[in-house]
């Protein structure tokens, strides 16, 4: 499953038109991005020059895996062993010594990841070079330059190939196997553990992820009040007893070979209260509105209004405590992703892009109700990835 050939014209393009030679990538999604290659433990090296040249530095133990995936020449070695106390980044600089010299560009501009930024999990723990990788190339190429290239790659992931969005679309299918449980694992008296567990199987024995490499997910659940506590910016499953007429908050994200899905539906603990159908009818004409908002062209404030003026049509709009999306794809939620579905975003929407669309409502000490759907853009309006 080699990179696919738009994503490598788009990507040279870009770069012919910035002004770096040479870009040097070692986060994982970045790798994935220039190379097709998804890295497992953070220790790969993806350099791709102006003219096509296109190398990744690979551990020894992850070069079978980057083969089946990856388009770049490939370049083994070993960031540790039992003859050495050595980190992975001196075990770098050999082969990335070679890397440069190859490029014959002594004094090339070099675009690097210098500023912060978002990266989704590929494993449990992952490297992390930081600074230390800029002094090396320092030490490698004195007389480079080095400047930021993080706006670039950011502008570049916005807009996916049609590879990518099968990827999306495969990440989104395999996550709606967990869905399709949900409702019937709920149930007053069960931990929102237990609950979590329940879907969480489900996921992870869909035969919807034969064929990928890696499937990962994450599934939680928060009732009651905790479900008001959502609004913050991550999810936590806790030990809490689901009671009767509870609002339960089912969030997931989900990833197949490296692209990520951001999914949230929320479920009544037995009969819904005419609050609760308040609020539902509310979000759902939000919803309805966000995605008829959505078409090339359109921005992402103009996106967020649409879905927060029913909101606060409906009485809900104090209660409508965040944007109403971000960026999905590349990573399942980054604020910086591309578009910013935000009331100040001046992200213009293309054909290709993805994110979310998530209207919700928080009542503290009660609960909260969101329903969020990965989109993509069309070039008729929107396209519903997660519509289950």
Known sequence: MLID????????????????DVLI???????????????????SIAVLSVDGALKVIVPEDEVELASRTSCAEIIPYQPAGLDTLNNPLQMLKEPLRSVMKALQAPKAKVGMQLENGVQPSSYAVSYQFRASLLELLRELQPQSHFAS???????????KTPRELGLIQKSCDVAA?????AQSSIHPGMHETEIAAAIQGAFETTTQAEGLERSYGYFFCMSGPNSAKAAAAYARTRRRV??????VMIHANTCADGYWTDLTRTYTAGRPS?????????????RAAGLSAIHPRATGHEVDRAARDVMKSHGFGSEFKHAAGHGVGFAAANPNGRPRIHPLSPDVLEAGMTFNLEPAAYFEGYGGMRHCNVIAVTSDGAKVMTDF
């Open 25 to 43: 990538c070692d986060s994982a999604t970045e790798v994935l991005l220039l190379t097709g290659y998804w890295p497992v433990m953070g220790a």
């Open 177 to 181: 196997a967990g869905f399709n449980v």
């Open 149 to 159: 290239c993080d706006e670039l790659l950011e502008q570049v992931k916005a807009v």
């Open 242 to 247: 689901v009671e009767e007429g509870d609002l």
């Open 274 to 286: 005419q609050k609760q159908n308040d609020i539902r009818i509310a979000i759902d004409a939000a």
């Open 5 to 20: 050939p738009e994503r490598q014209a788009r990507t040279l393009a870009a770069l012919a038109a910035s002004p770096h």
